[in-house]
Every structure is written in C-alpha cells, then in structure tokens.
C-alpha cells in the first residue's frame, strides 16, 4: 500500500511553522521563532474564544449597544501601554497572575510597567512598538489582544477610544436618541456636546 501523494510545494499552504519562522525582518532581539509560534497558537485560541463568548453575549443580552465604525490610521495609541483587563476572579488568584504576567513577560516580551489592583489591570510596555514609524515589528505574529483591538469596546458601557484613533462608536439607537435631544430646548455646542459624549456622531 503506499502512502498518500504529497502535493508540490507550490500547491501547499504554509505550515504553521514556516508562518511562526517567516517573522518580520526588523524583530526585537530574543524575539525567537518558538515565541512567535506560541504568539500564533495563543492568538488562534484567543480569536475562537473571544467569537463564542460574543456570540453567546449577543444570543443572551441581544446585539452590542455600540457599532464600531472608522478604520485603523496607524496611530499607534494603542501599542504605547497595552493594557491587560483580568476578570476579578483571575485577577484575585495570584498564581493566575503571575502566569498571566510570566506569559506577557516571556512570549510577547511585554515589560510590566503597574499593576492597578482597583481595577485589575496589568499595563505593559511593548518592545515590538517602533515609536519612529509608529509600526509593530512583530506584526506577522502580534498577541491575539493586539488583533481584536478596539473590537470589544463595542461591549463597553462607554467605550473610550484614543482621541488619535481612526475609529469611533456608534450608539445603535442613536436615530431616536437625537429626536429626544432635539426636543430639550438645549443650545447648540450642549447638544453638540451630548451627542459627542453618547456617541451619536454618525
Ligand atoms: S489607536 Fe486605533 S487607529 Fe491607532 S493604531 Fe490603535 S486601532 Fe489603529
Ligand atoms: S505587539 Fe505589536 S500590535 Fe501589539 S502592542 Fe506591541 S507593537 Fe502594538
């Protein structure tokens, strides 16, 4: 019996390896190919996680109360301190924390920078972030929280964007929420104002 027929190179896809090995050119050093390859398994994991977690918010409480809208311009706001929010429970449990933290310190080379125990919070310097060409010098292989961003602000009581960012949200119900400021006799900079705060721009 003989084994199946390997399709020419050309024909196959890149393996999973060859995606970790085919880094950006300009990586950090220490930036070694086993991190970017458990950067890639992590953010496959992270992308499937964070879909069905939506998709069972979205079956329970209905559709986010805000639409994302705009496109990424490159700023780079996000990437000056990315920012860790952890569940109570995970944050309260301090082996959890310090995998969390071991995690950022020795696959994305995050360096800690403070930890905020009132909101749980771990903020974080990214090496990969080239201040100069506002670029991600691993971009090929980012973390997973890099690739979702700013996606679930969209879940967010009041979602706040960096004042630089290409995106902004949009309240769903903003139609009728307008024809209610319109009928407060309210002047024009207040009601401009308001309807910035609530998101309502379209
Ligand atoms: S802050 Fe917004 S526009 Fe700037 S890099 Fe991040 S996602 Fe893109
Ligand atoms: S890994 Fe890349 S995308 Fe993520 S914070 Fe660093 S520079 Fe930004």
Request: proline share 6%; with cysteine.
């Amino acid at each position: 019996m003989t084994g199946a027929r390997q399709l020419p190179a050309r024909l196959r896809g890149p393996t999973f390896l060859d995606m970790a090995a085919r880094t950006d050119h300009d990586r950090v050093p220490g930036d070694r190919w086993w991190r970017a390859a458990l950067r890639l398994a992590a953010a496959a994991c992270y992308a499937v996680d964070v879909r069905l977690n939506r998709l069972l918010q979205q079956w329970r409480e209905g559709p986010a109360a805000y639409a994302l809208r705009g496109h990424c311009n490159h700023c780079g706001a996000c990437c000056v301190t990315p920012t860790v929010a952890l569940p109570v429970l995970m944050y309260r449990i301090p082996t959890v924390r310090r995998l969390v933290k071991a995690w950022h310190r020795h696959v994305n080379l995050f360096e800690l920078l403070e930890e905020n125990r009132r909101e749980h919070l771990l903020v974080f310097r990214c090496p990969h972030h080239d201040p100069e060409h506002q670029r991600c010098r691993c971009y090929r292989t980012r973390p997973g929280m890099c690739r979702d961003y700013p996606q679930s602000l969209a879940l967010a009581a009041n979602p706040e964007l960096f004042e630089s960012c290409g995106f902004y949200a949009h309240y769903r119900n903003a139609e009728a929420m307008r024809e209610a400021l319109a009928e407060l006799d309210l002047p024009a900079d207040k009601r401009a104002e308001l309807e910035r705060r609530l998101h309502l721009r379209d």
